[in-house]
């Protein structure tokens, strides 16, 4: 494949698209190893150096380790829950992120409802701190993201359900691969929007109301896929 065959995708974005691909359609477990650089450049027909720089970034998403003077290698997760990811999830494919929003409305939206009725007092103020905290972050992707991550978490966790906490963990990972591949670690949308919608969600927990605290929810990830989907239309119209 031509190493820009999308005008609009950078060329290691697509490198990094057709590795996790591979990784997949070869049956690879965490810790097996890769072809070399060179190889998986010649054997998807990309240049070295977009394929070097593709590897990095999944790296840095923990989907592959390099480790200096043995090779590349398909990363072992930090968990058990989290070695299938490896097998089906694709962080640039749209169709996946899609699916992967409607899953969050599903889990998320539950969680919130459960938070409303099951929150303890210290889990309220850890909900409001972490999203008075986002607000406060809305300068700094990086901030923020940490924050953000703080607030669903804390969200789950007050839920009292441990299997819906494990899930929350587990999206929070696929939308951290594909905010890092699509958009070069950056973020889809507004954060002052995300980080009011945080507030209103705290208040909604914190006011008992399990509906109000659901469909917050469910209007905060609403408006976070409206955004990222605008942001790739925004790609759309010519390169970055």
């Not at 989290?82 to 969050?104: K, N, S």
């Not at 969200?155 to 696929?174: H, I, P």
């Not at 973020?187 to 399990?210: K, R, T």
Request: aromatic share 6%.
């Amino acid at each position: 494949m031509p190493e820009n065959l999308d005008p609009y995708r950078p060329g290691y974005e697509l490198v990094a698209e057709q590795l996790v691909t591979y990784i997949a359609e070869q049956g690879l477990r965490p810790g097996d190893r890769m072809p070399t650089e060179k190889a998986l450049a010649e054997l998807l027909g990309t240049g070295r150096s977009v394929t070097r720089e593709a590897i990095k970034v999944l790296a840095a998403v923990g989907r592959l380790q390099t480790r200096r003077g043995a090779g590349i290698f398909v990363s072992v997760p930090t968990n058990q829950q989290a070695d299938d990811q490896v097998g089906y999830f694709r962080p640039t494919d749209l169709q996946h992120v899609a699916m992967l929003f409607d899953h969050r409305r599903l889990i998320e939206a539950e969680s919130a409802r459960l938070a409303a009725t099951s929150a303890r007092p210290a889990q309220v103020h850890a909900i409001r701190t972490a999203a008075e905290a986002s607000v406060a972050a809305r300068q700094d992707h990086e901030l923020f993201r940490q924050y953000d991550r703080t607030f669903h978490d804390a969200v789950a966790e007050a839920s009292g359900n441990v299997f819906l906490q494990a899930a929350v963990s587990k999206l929070r990972d696929f939308k951290e691969q594909s905010d890092r591949l699509l958009f070069a670690g950056g973020l889809p949308g507004s954060l002052e929007v995300a980080a009011q919608q945080h507030v209103h969600i705290a208040e909604a927990i914190a006011a008992g109301d399990p509906d109000k605290a659901s469909t917050a929810m469910i209007q905060h990830i609403d408006t976070t896929q409206a955004q990222f989907e605008q942001r790739i239309r925004d790609r759309l119209k010519g390169p970055l």
